[in-house]
């Protein structure tokens, strides 16, 4: 133990005052980190530091000490560079002085802006500003209004603010327009050429109700071949992906513009589409009945699920129909109503599709691969795009046989590009960190269930635990802990395989009208069948014999493309969440001071997070709102319990909530604990608390009253119980010099 703190101490005295670089990561507190680029601990910036620095800067700072937790704290040396992103904010007038707010709280400071920089914004409207002076120790930033956004109340504005809050490319540039506009508007004899003709082919696309591009197409059909012990028997699964790579040729525009964007941005009502329209809802989405290029790996798999064989080719097809999920799922559950009646031609195939991916989910089952039933949800608006309602999306059986086929699809690009020892993108998911793994097992142990995960944990381990537990009460906070144990998927040329599938080797094949990884596959495959080798850095198909295997640059490239669709990957998640939170803070504006039922789906050290019943919109009970008493988190068990009482608080748990506060700029709900003395147990519908007068604050106001009335009853309980006659006394001042008309009985 002693040479344990001697050596942590020797760490700790090695990095006081060294120098790191890192992004300056700003709170809306003031306060602020350096995420270094090293990826040790975070350095806390103190508001002072953030006075010269914003939010996303790259800075050298140094270590000047550590606190009591051994938390290093940071000061800043230099600027390396800072982002010429325009900051969205506000414009406000106040005093005679012109000012932006950022939208983004983590900048932490307001922008002067000069009456003569503020083009022709009014006071109140959302703007694009531009830096044209830093901030200081002793001065704000400067800045001039770049562009008008318009009102914050106009149709759409959260999108606006978050395309350019996450510096999402929005606009194609005039070269991929204007190439864009040159593309032919249907497939060309000279297109057809090398390529086999499936227009025969039954292929069918199954997407949703809201669908506009189409890139995947499915058919299958029972299959027997050979005899004797050799025989095979089962089906041939035909996945047809658009052939989007016969258009989109390396460093041409459209393929700089996909690249920087590398993936599709999905909002509630509108689509940043990676791709120009003309390709994305035209030449390139699978429309029915239309003759279009495609990428087809054809399947042939066994009664047991396994891929016998597969081979990749270059064709031709013509989607036979357009079904959705909902009318695929209706004609599954019943082949003789009205549904079926309209496809009674394409019936058969579906019952083909049904029968095959019964056999890859026992495949699936088999391998361990981990499947959580989780409630996804769908923001429906109005015409002026605020919350109609939330419904949640059911997974029927029509999205999982879609799934399974991309799964297959997906696993035999993955297997036969490694084959042929070729750089790609895989889709890599590890197993969980030391120090999650650690977390989870601490977790298991603490419940008693008699399950655990290995030190070397399989997929099979989290899906038996899953599946044992499925009934239990508490199985949703099992299963939310399962999940959160495990890493985040990537792109990455290095296969370390997919945790979560349980695939030694998985990549992306199925969708390159919305997914720049996918498209690259695609360039290679095609590469390999043509005999040549795909480089990604001149773009160009070389002979495979003359190519250079390994080569230093092709590696570093590979490994920063990567990177760059992982990362946008992730900015399009948070662009995503931003908006959908921002909707869901505006729709809660309307409700505040009304009552839900809700569950408990996270446990943290400050507090519950709730989702409310039929909302399904999530917000936060303070740890301060959960009664006059400490609360302690316990990290193994992931729950919060009342020293005095031993209340527990754990995911799943059901609660009872108020509405309390709405942050619009910060994207945060507030709820207020309901408890089951107020009014009983949790009502069927949303019952209004406070009246038009008063408002969500008076009524607030008023709780807070009853609240420390309360605790002002039990110190007066404990002082009869200490001193009966000054109790007495006490009571007797406060009730006007009137004595009780009966002395309280002692318990």
């Known amino acids: 133990m002693k040479n344990n703190n001697f050596s942590n101490a020797t760490q700790v005295s ?35 530091e953030m006075r010269a620095v914003l939010h996303r800067d790259r800075v050298k700072a140094r270590v000047i000490r550590y606190d009591r937790k051994g938390r290093p704290e940071g000061r800043v040396l230099e600027i390396i560079e800072r982002k010429k992103a325009p900051i969205i904010g506000r414009l406000l007038h106040e005093s005679g002085i012109w000012l932006v707010a950022p939208e983004d709280k983590r900048y932490g400071q307001d922008i002067m802006v000069p009456k003569n920089a503020i083009a022709n ?73 090398d390529r086999i003709d499936l227009t025969d082919v039954a292929l069918v696309t199954i997407d949703g109700e809201d669908a506009r591009d189409f890139d995947d197409a499915v058919y299958c059909e029972p299959v027997k071949l050979g005899r004797g012990k050799g025989a095979f028997e089962g089906w041939r699964l035909v996945v047809a992906i658009a052939d989007v790579s016969h258009y989109v040729k390396p460093g041409e525009p459209i393929d700089e513009d996909a690249y920087e964007r590398a993936t599709s941005v999905y909002f509630p009502r509108r689509v940043i589409p990676m791709l120009p329209e003309k390709l994305s809802n035209g030449l390139c989405s699978l429309n029915p009945n239309e003759d279009r290029l495609a990428m087809v790996c054809d ?50 195939h579906l019952l083909h599709l049904h029968e095959v991916y019964r056999a890859l989910l026992k495949e699936r089952s088999k391998r361990g691969a981990v499947d959580f039933e989780t409630t996804e949800t769908q923001i429906v608006c109005d015409d002026n795009g605020r919350i109609e309602k939330i419904v949640p999306r059911t997974r029927t059986e029509a999205h999982k046989l879609i799934e399974e086929a991309m799964l297959a699809a997906n696993v035999c690009s993955a297997d036969f590009i490694a084959q042929h020892k070729h750089p790609s993108l895989y889709r890599v998911h590890e197993g969980p960190t030391p120090e999650k793994k650690t977390l989870l097992q601490n977790y298991l142990k603490a419940l008693g269930l008699g399950l655990s995960v290995s030190d070397d944990p399989k997929p099979g381990e989290f899906q038996a635990i899953a599946a044992a537990t499925k009934d239990r009460p508490d199985a949703m906070q099992i299963h939310s802990m399962l999940l959160r144990s495990m890493q985040q998927a990537i792109y990455t040329p290095i296969n370390s395989g997919h945790f979560g599938l349980a695939y030694e080797a998985y990549t992306h094949f199925t969708s ?46 590979w490994e920063v493309a990567g990177a760059h669709c992982s990362a946008n990957e992730r900015r399009a ?64 068990r992931q729950e919060l319990r009342g020293e005095r009482s031993g209340v527990r608080y754990t995911v799943g748990a059901r609660v009872r909530v108020q509405v309390s506060r709405v942050d619009l ?42 609240d420390r009335a309360a605790k002002a009853g039990t110190k007066a309980a404990k002082g009869r119980s200490a001193h009966p006659v000054r109790a007495a006394k006490t009571a007797a001042r406060k009730s006007g010099g009137k004595p009780p008309a009966k002395a309280p009985r002692r318990r």
Not at 142 to 154: A, C, F, K, Y
Not at 607 to 630: A, M
């Open 14 to 48: 090695n990095e006081l005052m060294s120098e790191v670089e890192g992004t300056v990561q700003g709170h809306r507190d003031g306060h602020g980190f350096l995420v270094r680029d090293d990826r040790q601990p975070d350095l806390y910036l103190s508001p002072q």
């Open 121 to 193: 914004a009014t006071a109140g409207q959302v703007v694009a500003i531009e830096l044209t002076e830093p901030p200081s120790l002793y001065s704000q930033p400067m800045g001039r209004v770049s562009e008008v956004l318009g009102e914050i109340d106009d149709p759409g504005m959260e999108i606006e603010i978050a395309v350019r809050k996450y510096e999402v490319p929005h606009r194609f540039s005039p070269e991929t327009l204007s190439q864009a506009a040159g593309l032919p508007d249907k497939i060309r004899a000279v297109d057809r050429k």
């Open 299 to 348: 399947m042939l798999i066994t009664a047991g699920g396994e891929i016998h064989a597969y081979q990749f080719f270059p064709a031709v097809i013509c989607s036979h129909a357009r079904f959705t999920y909902n009318e695929v799922a209706a004609i599954l559950g019943n082949t003789r109503g009205p549904e079926a009646a309209r496809r009674k031609d394409l019936v058969p």
């Open 512 to 557: 390159p009208i919305r997914r720049y990884p996918d498209l690259l596959v695609h360039r290679v495959i095609k590469a390999l069948l043509h005999g040549k080798r795909y480089s990604i850095v001149t773009g160009a198909l070389e002979p495979a014999s003359k190519a250079k295997r390994g080569s230093h640059t092709e590696e570093e490239t």
């Open 573 to 636: 998640d948070e662009a995503s969440r931003d908006v959908e939170a921002w909707l869901k803070c505006r729709f809660m504006r309307e409700h505040l001071g009304e009552e839900y039922g809700g569950t408990v789906t996270a446990v943290t050290s400050f507090g519950l997070f709730v989702t409310l019943d039929g909302l399904y919109v999530e917000g936060l009970i303070h740890i301060t709102e959960l009664g006059g008493e400490y609360f302690k988190f316990d990290e193994a």
């Open 665 to 706: 700029d910060g994207r945060k709900i507030d709820f207020r604990m309901v408890h089951e003395g107020d009014e009983g147990g949790i009502p069927a519908r949303p019952r209004k608390v406070v009246d038009k007068t008063g408002g969500a604050a008076a009524e607030l106001a008023s709780v807070k009253g009853a």
